[in-house]
C-alpha cells in the first residue's frame, strides 16, 4: 500500500477519532474500537519516524498520546478515558507553542521559515504574537475537552470535539490568515 494513502488513512482515523468513540460508546463496540485506533495511532508514528521538523514532532506526540490513551482505555474498560484524548492533544499544543515563547524562534516563526527563508523584523514580532494567540486558544479548547471529557454526554462530547473545535481551529486560522494579508500590505506600504 503506498505511503501516501496510509498517511491519509491514519490523518482520517485521527480526524475521525471522537466518532469513532461515539460509535463504541453507543454500540458497545469499544473494545473493538480501541485496538483499532491504537493500530492506526501506531502506524502513524511508524510512518512519521523517517521524517523530521516541527510538524512531525508534533504529529509523532499527538499519536503517541492516543495510543497510550486508547491502550489503557482499553484495559480499564472506561469510555471517559478514551474521551481524554483531545484533553491530551491541546495540552501537548499548549506546552509545546508556550514553551517556544521562551525560545529565540516560536514555533509559529518556524513554521513560517519553512515558506520563507527569511522574515522581516516586523514578521517575527507577528509571529511570536501568533505564537501566543495559539496558546490561549488550546488553553481554552484544551479547559473545553477537559469539561466535555469530564461532565457531559458522549454525544455532546462528540459535538464539541469532532466538530465545534474544529471549526473553532478553522475559523482562528482562516482569522489570522487574513489579519497576516493585512499586516503584510500595511509594513509593504511603508
Known sequence: MP?????LLCICGIIAYPFFIYLGVSFNLLNILLPIL???FIVRIAYLRNSKGIKTLLASISALCATVIC?????ADSQRIAMYYPVCVNAVLF???????????????????????ELPDYAIEYTRTVTKVWVIFFM????????????????TWTLYNGF?????????????YLARMI????????
Open 3 to 7: 505511503k501516501r494513502l496510509i498517511s
Open 38 to 40: 491504537a493500530v492506526i
Open 71 to 75: 491502550i489503557i482505555a482499553f484495559i
Open 95 to 117: 506546552f509545546v507553542f508556550g514553551g517556544s515563547l521562551f525560545s529565540q524562534k516560536p514555533i509559529i516563526t518556524r513554521l513560517a521559515l519553512l515558506y520563507d527563508k
Open 140 to 155: 481554552a479548547n484544551g479547559a473545553m475537552a477537559f469539561i466535555t471529557s469530564q461532565y457531559c454526554t458522549v454525544e
Open 164 to 176: 465545534i473545535a474544529y471549526i473553532l481551529i478553522g475559523t482562528l486560522a482562516g482569522c489570522e
Open 183 to 190: 499586516f503584510r500590505r500595511i509594513h509593504e506600504k511603508k
